[in-house]
């Protein structure tokens, strides 16, 4: 079973810095991308960061140039660290893995979530 656990959220005044650490866990998954998002009250959930198999990462208008995502593939883990802090920043962030999950003698395309992680940023 595969499954992402998220770490690092918190409360942070504006200016200030956050990690956010997401680790899969499961075996026969091939990961190919991971990515934040993150979901403010009463609001859809955005794409934050993506960082693909080839390590080409990309970044939301609204945190580009704060934000840096990176990913360790021996550990399975992506991380996010969030620099200049801002109260808009305040949502729950999820992480997110695609790729290909062996089922027997082949493999079928899956997209898993983490529960999340809340970041509130105060002014």
């Known amino acids: 079973q595969v499954q992402l656990e998220e770490s690092g959220g918190g409360l942070v005044q504006a200016g200030g810095s956050l990690r956010l650490s997401c680790v899969v866990s499961?075996?026969?998954?091939?990961?190919?991308?991971m990515a934040w998002y993150r979901q403010a009250p009463g609001q859809q959930r955005d794409l934050v960061a993506s960082?693909?198999?080839?390590?080409?990462?990309s970044y939301g208008e609204s945190v580009q140039g704060r934000f840096i995502v990176s990913r360790d593939y021996r550990k399975k883990m992506v991380s996010l660290q969030m620099n200049s802090l801002k109260p808009e920043d305040t949502a729950v962030y999820y992480c997110y893995a695609d790729g290909l999950l062996q089922i027997g003698p082949g493999h079928r395309a899956m997209e898993y979530w983490g529960r999340g992680t809340q970041v509130t940023v105060s002014s």
């Open positions: 499961g075996k026969d998954f091939n990961i190919n991308t």
């Open positions: 960082i693909n198999s080839g390590s080409i990462a």
